[in-house]
């Protein structure tokens, strides 16, 4: 299962995190016992359903945690964070780096029987940057001068200019050609019904209830060690937290609370494994910037001013996260350590809203322009509580300097398809997991404000659109980094959203399984080496 370069809507997914710290009281680590069997079933929980199952057109991040275990790209990450070859067994790339030439690996079979080639990724580009898609990914694609096929196991791909990014964007899932060419995608039962090359295969789909896959026979790294994958549909941390102590789920993303209050006790800690290291992600309050409440830089910059991040990185986080201060994580060559944000500073919040003309005038203490008071709701999505509680601390700072955020919870799939895809909303919390590659076209050109694309918020500005196209259009490391370094200035001055936190990741993962070995990668890089003992195993076939 290769760790992707999307980004994504999350719900705190652990495969895209780094380790970098050393245990916490209490952290155990499993140790390998015996050899490798075959067997066994692992239940996950998820807060949030998958809405689709063909990745290419999922923006989510419940519906890529499902896909990754069917699909399989050209190339991946492995541990070290290393890109190797997935479905490509190797790749030339040409001296001037406009031309990258893929071998793949011949035999591997997509799970109906039908041989995977160099068809099915000739495909998969072409429905990409098709115009019809409904996809957040074209960008890359559209990159691509053209793409060959000499022979069924031989991809050259040719770009007109540098493109940074090119090797890792062919991480992207590759699609099964022999199911879906000449057919309209978003009709394909590969939504529900999806056909990969990847470790598991999809078994049952109860819609509200379940997802349940089972070990592909015949994948061609070797057939996965654990039998199936239940993936349980809960919406609620706490409910589901319950459920793992009851022992109807194996693994789940722990809350700071339950992390570091609730599963401290040896009857615990002698029955799970709990990990923790820093996430390739962060949490922000993003603005509808086609509102004319969030229109004025001054008032933007004003909510920052008003939000204390250190209360919610002990509040929230119980001190298991850092501030965010941009859209890279704190110690990545993208990442601007000096950069100049807002502080807290609630007396500078309320100097730069009177400016913007917000005023006191009804002895209420809420601010009013035009006669209108300064009121907003804050959307955030079902089953996380550290989103809930951070909109609720939120709340409480801006009540103090004269703005009423009302917070209001939406079920994940609606929050995406009526209140994100419709862009009916004042002000979202949510977060973005974090690809190893720096560029941000996708959530942060100007070009990319389109229905289901994913700069949703409708942020625009000729100099960040300018840098984003040369930080990708270098190979240049150093000059990529003075583009990024620049675009958070920019970012940090004009504050399209409020970076808050980025969280630690805190999975936890029953004991009887064995074969989880952290890695800069996070915790499932392998997966499929994933095993329990014979006289261990819970479920049976």
Known sequence: MSVRLVPLLLTLLFLLVGCGRADPPGVRRPQEIGKPVDGDTIVTGSIGEASTLIPLLASDA?????????????????????????LARSWEVSRDGLVITFHLRRGVKWQDGHEFTSRDVLYTYRVTIDPKTPTSYAEDFKQVKKVEIPDPYTVRVTYDHPFAPALASWGSSVLPAHLLEGKDITLSELARRPVGTGPYRLKEWVAGQKITLEAFEGYFEGRPHLDRVVDRLIPDSATMYMELKAGGIDMM????????????????????NKYRYPASSYVYMGYNLRNPLFSDVRVRRALTHAINKEELIQGVLLGMGQTAKGPYKPGSWAWNPNIKEPVYDPAAARKLLAEAGWRETDGDGILRRGGKPFQFTVLTNQGNAERLKTAQIIQQRLRSVGIDM???????????????????????????????????????????????????????????????????????????????????????????????YVPDALPTVSARVRGITPAPAGITHDFIKWHVPRNEQKYTQ
């Open 62 to 86: 419940a519906s890529h945690s499902i896909a990754g275990y069917i699909y399989n790209g050209l190339v991946k990450y492995d541990k070290e964070l290393n890109l190797v070859g997935d």
């Open 253 to 272: 993303n722990l809350t700071p609370v339950q992390f570091q209050r609730q599963t401290m006790d040896n009857s615990f800690l002698a029955r799970f």
């Open 406 to 500: 009302k917070i209001r919870v939406i079920e994940w799939a609606s929050f995406i398809t009526h209140f994100i895809d419709n862009r009916n909303f004042e002000a979202v919390i949510l977060g973005w997991s974090l690809g190893q590659d720096p560029d941000i076209f996708d959530v942060w050109h100007s070009s990319k404000t389109g229905k289901k694309e994913l700069n949703f918020i409708g942020y625009k500005n000729d100099e960040v659109d300018r840098l984003i196209v040369a930080g990708r259009g270098t190979f240049d490391q150093l000059e990529r980094q003075r583009c990024y370094r620049r675009i958070q200035e920019i970012l940090a001055q004009e504050q399209p959203y409020t970076f808050l």
